[in-house]
């Protein structure tokens, strides 16, 4: 289910300019599952913002920084920004930091825990953000999906689409459980809702601002919703690719 926001925002009409396709929205609504669908089905790259505050939650760990001192995580950022590197192909899912593959350990319970902490640094989230927008700008394809907490708002507000997807908590909460079977319900649901309170206190991820549409995927399966925010994206750039002539 779509639900259209008024427009309010301008679309970028460099000629030369990347599709933007930003998404935004809650732990365990399938942005990253649905934002590599629709990139692979436009044939656009894919960044995963938020594999980026998890590696840099991770490298604090491993160099032994407390993720709660924030002059401390600030401090770390350049010798992360030499660390790590990340795939934007939607089909090879890949992040390294220094010589190692993290891509499945900044998804594990021990980043996860402390993720919130580097995130809610306003310092942080300046630097990482001027990454992003700089990854952006020098795409080699035609376009780019952008997937994470405020991109629609703050990474990119010129988006040509952008994109709100949620479902409900129950639904969220089940779709989680589904990625981690070896963990007990209960946990997955009670770490899920303290992520969500956490990064609410930085970025309102649960409302559609002004120009943004809503995909709701709480009674729509996998492929449905991959079908309507490749619709929404189409759209939209359609108008204001129109708009811009």
Known sequence: MTEQHPTS??????????????????????????????????????LDTGAWYRALALHTLDADVDPEDSAAVIGSLDAFGGAFTVSLDPDVTSFTLGDRDVTDEIRGPRVTAVVSAVARVPEVRAWINETFRSLIADVDRPGIVVEGRDITTVVAPDAQARILLTASEAARMARRSAEFESHPAGDVAEQLQRRDRADSRVVDFMNAA????????????????????????????????HGSR
């Not at 809650?26 to 629709?38: D, H, L, Q, R, Y």
Request: proline fraction near 4%; aromatic fraction near 4%; charged fraction near 25%.
């Open 9 to 46: 925002t301008d679309a970028s009409t460099t000629p030369d300019a990347p599709v933007v396709v930003a998404i935004d929205g809650p732990a365990g609504s399938g942005k990253s599952s649905v934002s590599k669908a629709v990139a692979r089905r436009l044939g656009y790259r894919y």
């Open 210 to 241: 002004d120009g943004v549409t809503t995909v709701d995927s709480t009674h729509i399966d996998f492929d449905e919703t991959v079908d309507a925010v490749v619709r929404v994206t189409e759209s939209l750039t359609a108008r204001n690719s």
